[in-house]
């Protein structure tokens, strides 16, 4: 584990790795980051999975001044409305997603002629 190739200290300080299951929930994911930050002297909350989770951790990181660091939540908030000085989002985000597939069809489109309106259907069953 990473802790362990820096000899389980930085700084001088032990490094601990922790872990929690807040079922992505944003009230279980909210009280267990103010708990780590607060009582746990937790200096970085390193991932976040779920977009509400993500928000509410994000929340807490601000009020209390600390790092939160994620990758898995896409949710385009977390680096709009709601970006917080204390949080990086670090992979993809929606508007990433959507953009890299759907640009190129309006590229086409607008190459041949067709429609600048982009249709799209989906079967279900």
Known sequence: MAAEDFGGKELGRPIEVLAADTATKADLSFAQAREWFTNGHVAAIMEV???????????????????????APASLPLINENCSPTSVLYTYTTYSLAIRWVRPSWRRAARSGSSSRLTTSARTG
């Open 49 to 71: 999975v779920g977009s509400s989770a993500a928000l509410a951790v994000q929340e807490v990181g601000r009020i209390q001044n600390k790092i939160v660091m994620m990758s």
